[in-house]
Each structure stands twice: as C-alpha cells, then as structure tokens.
C-alpha cells in the first residue's frame, strides 16, 4: 500500500502529530567540554565549571559531536548547512545552571529531510513518508530529582551533547508516531552515533499534538508531551491525548498551548507548564562560539562513511536472500540482529532456515532471557552449524531443538553436543525397518484398521516409529517405509 492511505479519524476529528526527538551522541566527552559522559558515574561527578556554569568559563565546541550530527543528517536525507550558528535559549530552571542552553535555533546544522518506513502488518501495511523539519545541536540540562518537600540536583547530564530531531506535523496516528521513532531509533544505532537506550534516557521523544474537526483548514492548538522514553509509551500517551482534546473541544473548552507529562501507571497526560513561544527564550547568537563552517568536501567525505541502513538492508536481504519482506524487517531492526543473521546464512547456507532459528528458537530465548543479541550463548556460526547438520541429515529438525537448547545452556558447539548425547540420526534402513517392525507387531488392530480405510492413523504409526527411536530415525525415510510397509498387501 502507498502512503496515500486514507486519513485515520477520531470521532470527526483529525489528528495532527509530530515528534521532537532527543538523541543523545556517543561522545566520550560532553558537548563545550571535557567532562566524561559515563551513565553509571556517582552523583555529580562528571562536572566541571564549565559544565555547571561558573562565571568566566568557556565553551570548545566537541567536534566528534559535530561529525555524528553531520553523518545523522545525511542518513536522514536533510540538507547540510555550510554555515551554522549556536545561540543562546534563555530560561530559568534549578538544573540550567547558566541560566541558558547552547542551542541552535535560525541556523541549524541540518534541515530539510524526510524519512520512509512501513506501518502495520503483514496484512494491513503501508509506507509512510515523514519530513524532517530539522536536526540541530544542543546540550542537555542536568535532573532535578524530587523527595516531597525538597529536590537535588545532579548536573552529570548537563551539557550531555545532543541531536534533536524535528518532525513535521506529518503523522495522524499514534501507531505512526511510535513505527516513526522506532525507524529514528534504528538508523542512529546503525550510524553508531547514539545508543538509543530509552531506559537511561539517551533517547527521549517529545510528542506534540493537536486536533482539528475533518476538513477544517487549520491545525488546532499544539500541546507537547514532554520526555517520553518508551515506544509503547508514546502510542499510549498520544491515544490518550487525542480523546482529551476531543472531549474538551466537544466540551467547548479552550485547549491551551502547554507542556504535559504523562503518567503511565495512570495512563494520562497532566499539565506540567504553560508552552513558550520561541520569542519567549529571547534566542540569540552566543557569542563565546564561532559559527559552525562545513565544506562540501566535509559532507561528500562523511557521505562515504554511511553505512547500509536499515531499508536499504532488507531490501537487500529481500532480493541477495530470498527472505519475505516480513522476515527482512524484523531482522534488520537492530544492526547486531542483521549482522547476526548474515554470519548465520553465510555458515549454513540456507539462508531461509536462518531467518526462520534466528527469528523463532533464538528470539524466543534471547526475550525470555532478557539478553541482547551481543549477549546470546550461542554464537552465529554455531547456529549456521547446527542448521548445515539438519540439511546433510546428520540430524533431524525435531533433535536439533534438543541440541540449540543444550548449546543455550552450554555454548557447545553443535557436532559436540551430537555426539556426546549419541544424537546421531539414524539412516540405515535396516535398523530403521526392525523398528517399523516392532511398531507394526505391536499394533495389529490400527494396522488393520489404516488398512481397512482409515489412513489418518498413518500419523500415529510415525509418531510411534520416532518415540521408539528416541527420536533419532530419519523422518523421511521413517515415512517412504511405512508407506510402502502399510500399503502391502497383507
């Protein structure tokens, strides 16, 4: 399906989304100093006076922030700006020390972009095509954190370097918006300039939102949900914030221009400040930085220096692999899950049965296990090894369940595990039809009723023939013998 898909509509109304989405860069330093940018460190330990404001200070601009800014741009197909310019965004707020953040405001490093991906499944799917207002650079504030009467600040995050990136108002569903910084997401880990954990909150989504009736020509007023740190989240608080808005319009309220937060426990969004106007920051050029000069041989080098992205990469898994477009989506989502797919499909040579072990056995563990792929026992040319085994018939499907799952557990490599649990299939026909045998012998009254007309007791007669081997007899030829065993005349 195109992205012409029909608008969706709440109860007459249309809804206008766009997001604002914080990233934050994998720098070892902050972004106008040297403080390191460690999670995990004590409270306020990665700080300095410039970091927290002290008079006198200066700013030196990180200049690996500025590459991974660059190199995000052009994957997300923006327009660089040869000349860009930091300023100053006036507020007052305990975790702003200087009583301003370093921003970019008229003059942003990038700009006018747009970014495709699919929504929905494999039945219901179509394309959508979002425009990228712009992505600029800034510095993050510190975290005020709240005990009842009292708060403490600590100022590690402050001057974490920062990418915002900018949607246009161009998504109508909540479903869209979440697919949307899913996409966002994937394409910065791809870069490898951002980590994109939502737990420690080095990806954060701000969610704007307004409604309007059908074929109304203006936009409604805009409302922000503020620091948004889960997918699943931002589904959530947008639905939820759509039919506030309906209501309150239905209700003939005035739907004031704010910042709201949302409370996932309770599943709704609370007003947390009245919004500001950009004129309201008294943006201007900060005076301790030089303009940002970007060369066009700067952008073709750093365009080289893109990888495969996630589309361009399950297209490619669509036509060099043979894969369902489904199976090509989930596995390129995540860079390490691609690359480890591809080591799987080079080891066995199959590059179906790859897919369908990597997106079944080892999703399945790695979830219930809470693991990251970087983290599976089982590394990928042992997977490829363990599928090579049931295509050369060494073993068969059903034991080489019992072999991943000893090979999770172990980190053995497959043929050792075979051999150590006596796994080997077994294809002898001799040995396999003295089973038959046995089974045949010991179930006179199925055979003559299969005999008489009653051919679904066939898969009885397999099922008794693999318990007997311990599940060892190669299926194919457990199933040519019986055939053949069964359909002679008596």
């Avoid at 040319?381 to 034991?399: N, P, V």
Wanted: some cysteine; glycine content about 6%.
């Amino acid at each position: 399906m195109s992205s012409n898909q029909a608008p969706t509509y709440y109860r007459g109304y249309e809804a206008i989304i766009g997001l604002e989405i914080h990233a934050q860069l994998k720098t070892e330093s902050k972004m106008f100093c040297s403080d390191a940018t460690t999670f995990d460190a004590g409270d306020n330990e990665n700080t300095s006076p410039v970091s927290i404001g002290m008079p006198g200070t200066l700013p030196v601009v990180n200049k690996r922030a500025i590459e991974f800014s660059i190199k995000t741009g052009l994957a997300l197909n923006c327009e660089i700006r040869k000349k860009s310019v930091f300023s100053r965004k006036n507020y007052f707020y305990p975790d702003l020390p200087k009583g301003y953040q370093i921003s970019q405001y008229d003059e942003p490093l990038c700009e006018h972009g747009e970014i495709k991906f699919n929504v929905g499944d494999k039945d219901n799917k179509y394309e959508k095509t979002v425009s990228i207002t712009r992505a600029h650079m800034e510095e993050d504030a510190g975290k005020s954190n709240h005990f009842g009467e009292y708060t403490l600040i600590n100022y590690n995050r402050s001057g974490m370097p920062l990418l915002e990136i900018v949607s246009g108002p161009d998504m109508r569903t909540p479903q869209e918006a979440a697919e949307y910084a899913r996409t966002v997401r994937s394409v910065l880990r791809y870069l490898d300039v951002c980590d994109g954990n939502l737990d420690e909150g080095s990806l954060r989504c701000d969610c704007n939102i307004s409604v309007r009736k059908i074929g109304a020509p203006k936009f409604g007023t805009k409302v922000e949900i503020k620091n948004i740190n889960s997918f699943r989240f931002v589904e959530k608080a947008i639905e939820y914030e759509i039919d506030r808005q309906i209501d309150a319009v239905e209700a003939g309220e005035k739907i004031p221009q704010e910042t709201r937060l949302y409370d996932p426990d309770k599943n709704r969004t609370f007003s947390m400040r009245l919004k500001e106007d950009a004129q309201d920051y008294r943006y201007f050029p900060d005076p301790d930085l030089m303009p940002v000069i970007v060369t066009p041989e700067m952008i073709e080098k750093f365009r080289k220096e893109l990888p495969e992205l996630p589309i361009a990469r399950a297209q490619r898994f669509v036509t060099e692999h043979g894969l369902p477009e489904y199976d090509a989506l989930v596995l390129t989502a995540e860079k390490e899950l691609s690359e480890y797919f591809e080591v799987v499909a080079k080891t066995c040579k199959n590059s179906k049965a790859a897919s369908n072990w990597v997106m079944t056995e080892l999703l399945r563990e790695l979830n219930q296990a809470e693991k990251a792929i970087s983290q599976s026992p089982i590394k990928p040319e042992q997977l490829g090894q363990l599928i090579a085994l049931i295509d050369k018939g060494t073993i068969s499907g059903k034991i080489a369940k019992t072999v991943f799952s000893e090979m999770w557990t172990t980190s053995k490599d497959p043929e050792v595990v075979v051999k150590e649990k006596g796994l080997l299939q077994i294809s002898d026909t001799g040995a396999i039809e003295k089973i038959i045998d046995e089974v045949l012998a010991a179930n006179t009254a199925q055979v003559a009723d299969y005999r008489g007309g009653r051919t679904k007791l066939f898969g009885f007669f397999v099922g008794a023939v693999m318990k007997a081997s311990k599940g060892q007899a190669n299926p194919d030829l457990v199933n040519q013998m019986l055939t053949d065993k069964l359909n002679k005349p008596a």
